[in-house]
């Protein structure tokens, strides 16, 4: 044999998880740590994917693994497949990954009519034996000998049946005995041969069996379903070890362990065991296991070697460890270890506390935790015991849990909200105008849009959960309800939200609420401390500002201007402004606007205070601040017929020649009147049929707008600076950053750039103070990218809108891909996220590259950020630090996953640099093939 295949647990490299798997190694280590772990070897992952290339063990592995058996003969003193104290050992499979429960396990091999007769002779316990015989027979029979459970189990059943037990402690020896005889009659039937007798077939039976369990279904299911790609993983190691028993007498237990408890992350013993058992027993639940703190009182001996063992393993490993062990005659042995899964809390608490501890460094307190999983203690989440199945399933677009009346427009939303109602909002999908719906609501519904649909971005950015494009439900507005499978949902009935996973559900489901601890806030100190980036937060309302703030935003990187436009006092002075046919008509609902924006800028540049404030201009297509055709053409036909009503009450009343007292709604209402609101609509509908474009994200907006009405843009400009002024007149240092949306070319740039100049030069005379501020675009076209040079000799910082960015370089359209066949290609490998999620670092991130170097190229120190969603992502945030971009920014509620991630970052920056060199060639080599 030229290759080592077999390694005893004192000579195995701990550390090399993919040649021995998890378990191996850690065994290994353990062993080689001074632990007490029972004796035993491991067949490495080669020998198994060498077995299933061949089809066949390789030459003389057998010979290696009978060396081994030599060696634990001689280490435990027993003799395997003979004598009076035969040795007996466990087969189990460990991958580099830990895939629980999907491969195969053997206990107690080595067992025969010999070796039975010889447990009993050196245990003194005949039941005992016989028990871990008709055991050992069942569990090879399946896993070895390909015979399914049912055709033991009958025999099982009927025997427990006929002597009026239930439970298999109830059985006596002859019991046990006899159906050991019948199972080796299932052997003998079902396999056309006796069991085996002799042991080391049966250990190399197991051994195949095992790594056969790696190409199994459930094995392949799991992989799949995790993403656990060969790179990861590649075959299963076998350890093969000594038995030892929880089941001889009461000075023998088996329990499993972890080092903290795994709820709250409290530094104390924390776990279960049962005297005189065995692990499956434990596992089986039919004896109710003790928590380990009565061991204390009960074994104290071996309570002292436990919080010794437990204390070893956190040391050595600096990790929280999830342990198994059993003690066999009074002796203490660990069987297995590996790192202990937490919820957030308790994952938060435990850095905390070994860092203070003196246990683990700042940086791996902060490596240990992945910065997604902060999203539990943000959000309020379902309760995980909720038993409850889902009706529909749409895009988990905003993270938190909520319940609430189904309600189908957003005025009622309002008023609902208004006395005190939970109320969800559901619409086919969401426009500017819903948005006091969006205030009053504890979620939102759509059946349509993406990740980066209105109601995604904007329930983001209020930190309220949003399940968006669940093309399973059919909104009808007119009938007030919701269609959804066989289930009608009405307006008033209760639904429940996980905008986590899409999840919707019928009725009231309980939830938890969110905590953002001490310990969190010290870790994220200790994050912010370390990390490069900075972290800003997309928010558009000074309440979404302070929101950002108490997370921990260190300024706003996108204040989308247009939400301000959107509430119910606002809305209607804005469509004067659309309406408006002369300049001047427009420019007297531009003086209306001018006030109020600058309040809010006021409001949210003193909260922010003295961090920087990026404005952005006017983006969106006008007609979105407009009623829909269709909504307008029903208002005209309405309006139509009451007109004719009105003028048929006129005619009645002069033909018949009286007056007689009219029935309520017409007595206030003249003909002029229903005219002038009819010529209203009218105009409003002309001017949506005059605006409408058939794609409108890639049509009239952004900086387009701002060159053809470019008193809007002057209008907020102004009150940009006129607001930093009154700032600084309170005595509020402020650092507004004013940004354009959707440039092309610079020549966009020097036309608003022009605006700015002449309104601060006015400003600065009027006020006699010099202003401070900054002015930059937005990189969100793909002809930005290519001329950020030019860009950036007038723009003092960039910002991507990796939103359009990404929808520009796929020529995806992002209100419709995620629901229509980003799925698919997801599933089928054809890209491997999301890219409105996780940004394209192969695509969109390399125009990003060229636009950092060619922008800094011009101006050495231009500050650059990233303004999409995808900016709250850590993949993401881990390629901007890349690339050496100076902040992101992502909605308020998703800042402390961001600010993890930013350190994280920094700490991974060798580690990443390495992947992209090796990822963009593989890559390459993936999309070749596709
Ligand atoms: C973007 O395009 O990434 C962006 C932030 O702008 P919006 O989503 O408002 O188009
Ligand atoms: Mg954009």
Redesign the pocket.
């Known amino acids: 044999m030229n290759r080592q295949y077999v390694y005893a647990f004192a000579d195995g490299d701990g550390h090399d998880k993919k040649l021995l798997g998890g378990k191996g190694a850690n065994l290994c280590q353990m062993t080689q740590i001074g632990i007490n772990v029972p004796p035993g070897f491991v067949i490495s992952t080669e020998a198994c994917l060498d077995y299933l290339d061949g089809n066949q063990l390789p030459d003389d592995l057998m010979d290696a693994v009978r060396d081994q058996i030599g060696r634990l003969e001689a280490a435990t003193g027993k003799t395997f497949g003979k004598g009076s104290d035969p040795l007996l050992v466990s087969v189990r499979s460990g991958s580099a990954l830990s895939m629980p429960g999907m491969m195969d396990t053997i206990l107690n091999l080595g067992l025969n009519e010999e070796t039975l007769t010889g447990l009993i002779e050196q245990t003194g316990n005949e039941r005992f034996a016989y028990d871990a015989y008709r055991r050992f027979i069942q569990l090879f029979g399946k896993v070895a000998l390909g015979i399914p459970d049912e055709k033991f189990d009958e025999h099982f059943e009927a025997v427990k049946k006929r002597v009026g037990v239930k439970a298999d402690v109830g059985l006596k020896t002859s019991h046990l005995k006899e159906i050991s005889e019948k199972f080796l009659e299932v052997v003998r039937r079902e396999t056309g041969e006796d069991f085996p007798q002799d042991v080391i077939k049966q250990l190399q039976l197991a051994v195949e069996a095992v790594f056969r369990s790696w190409k199994g279904k459930r094995a392949v299911d799991y992989r799949r379903e995790f993403n656990i790609t060969p790179d990861m993983a590649n075959g299963t190691a076998v350890n093969v070890q000594a038995m030892v028993f929880g089941n001889m007498g009461d000075d023998c237990a088996t329990g499993v362990g972890f080092t903290r408890n795994p709820g709250t992350g409290e530094n104390e013993m924390f776990g279960e065991y049962l005297t005189n058992a065995q692990g499956e027993d434990v596992v089986a639940g039919i004896r109710t296991p003790k928590p380990l703190v009565d061991m204390q009182e009960e074994m104290p001996e071996q309570f002292a070697q436990l919080v010794e063992l437990r204390n070893k393993l956190e040391s050595h490993y600096q990790e929280i460890q999830d342990y198994e062990f059993t003690i066999e005659k009074g002796t203490l042995y660990c069987l297995q270890t590996r790192n202990g899964k937490m919820n957030a809390v308790a994952t938060v608490k435990t850095s905390v506390d070994m860092f203070g501890e003196g246990l683990i460094s700042k940086e791996q307190a902060l490596l240990r935790i992945d910065p997604e999983l902060l999203e539990q203690l943000l959000h309020p989440r379902l309760d995980p015991d909720s038993l409850a199945e889902p009706v529909a399933l749409g895009l988990p677009a905003s993270p938190g849990a909520a319940s609430g009346k189904c309600v189908f427009d957003a005025d009622l939303a309002e008023k609902l909200g208004r006395i005190g109602e939970q109320v969800i909002l559901v619409r086919e999908e969401t426009r500017p105008e819903d948005i006091h719906g969006f205030f009053a609501a504890e979620g939102i519904l759509t059946s349509r849009g993406g990740k980066?649909s209105h109601a995604a971005?904007v329930a983001r950015g209020m930190g309220k959960p949003c399940v968006a494009g669940a093309e399973g439900i059919t909104v009808d507005v007119n009938q007030r309800l919701a269609n959804v499978g066989h289930h009608i949902i009405h307006e008033g009935d209760i639904i429940t939200l996980d905008g986590g996973t899409g999840e919707v559900f019928l009725g009231a489901i309980p939830t938890i609420q969110p905590e953002f601890s001490v310990d969190l806030k010290e870790l994220l100190g200790w994050a912010d401390e370390m990390a490069d980036l900075q972290v800003m937060a997309?928010a558009d309302t000074p309440d979404a500002a302070r929101v950002a703030r108490e997370y921990g935003a260190m300024g706003i990187g996108?204040c989308?201007t247009e939400r301000m436009f959107n509430a119910k006092d606002r809305l209607p002075i804005v469509i004067d402004m659309i309406l408006a046919n002369t300049q001047e008509d427009r420019q007297a609902a531009l003086d209306k606007l001018l006030p109020i924006q600058r309040a809010d800028f006021i409001d949210v540049f003193t909260t922010m205070s003295p961090d920087p404030v990026t404005v952005r201009l006017l983006?969106?297509p006008m007609h979105e601040f407009l009623p829909t055709e269709q909504q307008l053409l029903g208002e005209i036909e309405s309006l139509s017929l009451y007109r004719s009503v009105v003028r048929g009450r006129q005619t009645a009343i002069a033909t018949l020649g009286k007056s007689s007292p009219l029935p309520e709604p017409f007595s206030d209402l003249s003909e002029e009147m229903v005219l002038d609101v009819l010529t209203k609509k009218e105009l409003m509908l002309a001017k949506v049929r005059e605006l409408t474009e058939t794609n409108p994200m890639l049509g009239h907006r952004g900086v387009r707008l701002g060159i053809t009405y470019p008193e809007i843009y002057a209008m907020q400009i102004q009150a940009i600076l006129e607001a930093a002024v009154e700032c600084a007149r309170n005595g509020v240092e402020v650092r507004p950053e004013i940004m354009v949306?959707q440039v092309i070319t610079a020549t966009e740039l020097k036309r608003v750039k022009s605006t700015v100049d002449r309104l601060t030069k006015q400003l600065e005379e009027e006020s006699g103070s010099k202003l401070q501020f900054s002015f930059g675009t937005?990189i969100?076209t793909v002809r930005a990218c290519t001329r950020a040079r030019e860009l950036a000799a007038n723009a003092e910082f960039f910002s991507?809108?990796?939103?359009?960015?990404t929808q520009a370089t796929f020529s995806f359209s992002r209100e419709d891909a995620e629901n229509k066949f980003l799925p698919l290609y997801n599933e089928a490998g054809i890209l491997e996220d999301n890219p409105f999620e996780v940004l394209d670092i192969q695509g969109v991130g390399q125009l990003i590259q060229m636009t950092v170097e060619r922008g800094r190229e011009v101006r050495e120190d231009l500050k650059i950020g990233i303004?999409?969603?995808q900016g709250g992502h850590p993949k993401t945030i881990q390629f901007c630090h890349h690339v050496g971009l100076s902040y992101v920014s992502c909605s308020g509620p998703r800042v402390p996953v961001a600010r993890l991630a930013v350190a994280n970052a920094k700490l991974r920056e060798k580690e990443f640099a390495e992947w992209m060199q090796a990822g963009s060639s593989v890559s390459e080599g993936r999309s070749a093939s596709l």
Do not use: A
């Open positions: 980066t971005v997309n996108l989308r983006d969106p949306p937005m969100e991507f809108g990796t939103n359009d960015l303004c999409g969603e």
